[in-house]
Every structure is written in C-alpha cells, then in structure tokens.
Nanobody
C-alpha cells in the first residue's frame, strides 16, 4: 500500500524559507514521477513542481520558478520541496503526489493528506 506523508508546513513571514518533506512508503521514488501540488484557499489544486522517475528531469510552475526546488533522497525514500522568498500567494495546503507513470505530466494516483503553509505579510 502506497502511503505519502507530508511535513514541514507552518506559518512564515513573507521573504522567508521553508523546507517541506514527503515520506514515501509502499513504493520507491523511482517507481514513477513525483510532484508537489498546492491548493490555495477557495481555489483548485495546482501543480507546483515535479521530478521524473529517474530524477533527471524537473519541472516548475511559472509562479515558483527560481524560488522553489524539488529534490529527492532515494536512500531515505523522501521527496522535498525547498521554498525561498515566500510570498502571501504561496499560502495553501501542499500535497505530495506519486504517479505510476515515468513522466511528470502523467496522472497522479497517490496523494498525501497535505501540509499547510501560511505566508504572512
């Protein structure tokens, strides 16, 4: 059974940094693409960053490019999202997602419960 558990979300001031983690069990990081999504209050869930099955390719939404970095530790079976220069519109529930497909733009079948990031002025 695949299980994803996010952690690291908290209240942070604008301009600050956060590092989110996603502990993965029931599969390895190389079994398919992994990604982070977020859902802002009152809005739909949106793609933030993804990494393909081998770790060789990453993609970012335009709104976070240059500020966020997705990474993974294969030995720890953990996915990370390092976030810098946070803005109030980065506020939301951040979800870790896993795909059985190799490429970032595939479907994501497995989801964690999310971790809340709140960015204040």
């Amino acid at each position: 059974q695949v299980r994803l558990v996010e952690s690291g979300g908290r209240l942070v001031q604008a301009g600050g940094s956060l590092n989110l983690s996603c502990a993965v069990s029931g599969r390895t990081l190389s079994d398919g693409a992994m990604a982070w999504f977020r859902q802002a209050p009152g809005k739909g869930r949106r793609f933030v960053a993804g990494v393909n099955w081998s770790g060789a390719t990453t993609e970012y939404s335009d709104s976070v490019k240059g500020r966020f970095a997705i990474s993974r530790d294969v030995g720890e079976n953990t996915l990370y999202l390092t976030m810098h220069d946070l803005r109030p519109d980065d506020t939301g529930l951040y979800y870790c997602a896993a795909s059985t497909q190799r490429w970032i733009d595939g479907d994501y079948e497995f989801w964690g419960p999310g971790t809340l990031v709140t960015v204040s002025l």
